[in-house]
């Protein structure tokens, strides 16, 4: 079975005959501002390196990372994306027992599920918070592997730092390992676990420069962890995953100081603005968000669940991320992406009218 994420630019292209150059894609969470100054002429620049194999140890890559993270080279391993990890760490690990707190991305139980785990899931309280008390209670089940992305995909919910550490500080204790997905990290980075892997020997953080650095089609990801963790994983992991124009073009990407600030300042305007035009709608209600993403319910008074809502959008060449295929949700609910201003005020009159019609 494929799951479904956003950026199906290509088939709603083809499904409604929209050049792709007309579609807005509010359904994958891609920074707004583009990819890094300089990224595109290193590319170009470095186009000749693919006559050569990559360096599967990704050392500059690395090298770079451990500077702007200040985490040891040996703590940190790059690949095809944090998705290529969500499939390895199961695999490497081999975890009998697995919980996944929900709603989450569909890729943790699709890897689990390859590596024969049994899987459980904790859900999340009725405002998308986690309770740290009941998801400890809950560690008693003696699990061998726990996932829980923060922010939260797809409702933007940021957990804090002290009160993940306490959890973990828990599954140490229980001997299981946690690990926690800053995809969207980077937007709120002083609540990041980087440093806290020097802390807790069974903490694997997973990274991604898809949503923030916006190179989704270079697909680079990396983890962090302990030493012996990484090695662990390094050891089983598939050589030449990570494409050379790849390494170099993510290594640019991170000398971007301006560009890194701009995008925390600019996302963080643009999503109050979507949030309030949002919930000015009836019916409509947003949640707090640290993401670069707003997440949407729609109660009753909307004849549209949200697969109609996400299909009358696409006709007019606007995708939305419908969330009814993240466990736990049902079809009321929306992932709707931060673009540009003149791109977010498209899609509130566009959801006005198909509303009111």
Known sequence: MKNEHGGNISEISRR??????KIIDFSASINPLGCPPGVRKTIVKEVDSVLNYPDDDSFDLISVLSEYHGVDRDNIL???????????????FKPRKALIVTPAFSEYEMGLRIAGSEISYFQAESDFSVSIDRLCSRMREKFDIFYLCNPANPTGILTPKDELCRVIAYAQEANILAVIDEAFIDFVE???????IFRFPNLIVLRSMTKFFGIPGLRIGYVMAGASCIAQIRENKPPWTVS????????????AGDYIKDTRK???????FLRNALDEIPGFKTYESAANFVFVFMDSRIGLNSTEIR???????ILVRDCSTFHGLGNRYLRIAVKRREQNIIIIEKMKEILKN
């Not at 409604?16 to 150059?21: A, K, M, R, S």
């Open 16 to 21: 409604y005959g929209i050049d792709e150059d």
């Open 78 to 92: 790059v690949g095809n994306g944090s998705t290529e990890f969500i499939y390895w760490i199961p695999i490497v």
């Open 190 to 196: 002083d609540e990041s676990l980087k440093r806290e």
């Open 244 to 255: 050379s124009l790849g390494q170099r073009a993510a290594a640019k990407a991170l000398f």
């Open 266 to 272: 600019y996302v963080a305007t643009e999503r109050e």
């Open 311 to 317: 299909d009358r959008l696409a006709k007019e060449g």
